[in-house]
């Protein structure tokens, strides 16, 4: 399994702020991508993110709204910009290791963000 | 329209006692069906997971069913405990160039002394 560690772990926040979140992996991998999970709730997909090229974005996610970055394949970071009340929420980052034709994601502890 | 269903929303399990979570797909192309714990304040932690190829995968106390034919899967954690009370994520995917995992809506387990 992998080791993942994220920055800040929670932060409150002015609505109209920006925030980035931080995702650290132990060892090099392939993919990662960010999550967003309301207490009680699933998990939705953000974007993926590939070291080298842009990310990918899910449906009702933009780029201006939620800049990814993918400097080296152990680092990324998303921020959350112009934050509003809604953006409340937990922000996840997982790793992607593959594995004979499909691969196994590993996820970060989370970063709780409030937005006043 | 939601890929994975997840049944049933939370469950209530003496200690000792077996508890059951089931999930079904629509996709036939799915080839990778995982099974994640979370506990309050922390991440999704990969439990087990299963490929097609198989019908039943053990580890521990945990074992995943899985019905092709029927397109469903299912977690299976014998002889429950205190410690096993949080809740259990499925998901499912197609395998190969890190497509994208569709999650169920989570089951929370509450396992009672």
């Known amino acids: 399994s992998a080791v993942i560690s994220q920055k800040p772990s929670r932060d409150i926040c002015q609505r109209g702020t920006s925030l980035t979140i931080q995702c650290q992996v132990d060892?090099?991998?392939?993919?990662m991508f960010w999550y967003r999970q309301q207490p009680g709730q699933s998990l939705t997909l953000i974007a993926t993110?590939?070291?080298?090229?842009?990310?990918?974005?899910e449906s009702g996610f933009v780029i201006d709204k939620f800049p990814i970055s993918r400097p080296n394949l152990t680092f990324s970071t998303l921020t959350v910009s112009n934050m509003s009340p809604e953006d409340s929420s937990i922000y996840l980052c997982?790793?992607?290791?593959?594995?004979?034709?499909?691969?196994?994601?590993?996820f970060g502890p989370g970063t709780r963000l409030t937005v006043t | 329209q939601q890929q994975v269903k997840q049944s049933p929303q939370s469950l209530i399990v003496q200690k000792g006692g077996i508890s059951i979570i089931n999930c079904a797909y629509e996709?036939?192309?799915?080839?990778?069906f995982p099974w994640y714990q979370q506990f309050p304040g922390k991440g999704p932690a990969l439990l087990i997971a299963?490929?097609?190829?198989?019908s039943e995968k053990k580890e521990g106390r945990f074992t995943i069913s899985f019905n092709k034919s029927a397109k469903q899967f299912s977690l299976h954690i014998m002889d429950s405990q205190p410690g096993d009370s949080a809740t259990y994520f499925c998901?499912?995917?197609?395998?190969?160039?890190?497509?994208?995992?569709?999650f169920g809506s989570g089951t929370k387990l509450n396992v009672k002394p």
């Open positions: 993110a590939n070291q080298g090229s842009e990310a990918t974005y």
């Open positions: 060892s090099q991998v392939t993919m």
């Open positions: 299963i490929r097609p190829d198989v």
């Open positions: 997982s790793a992607g290791y593959g594995l004979a034709g499909f691969y196994e994601q590993y």
């Open positions: 996709n036939t192309a799915f080839d990778y």
């Open positions: 998901a499912a995917s197609r395998g190969g160039n890190f497509n994208k995992f569709y």
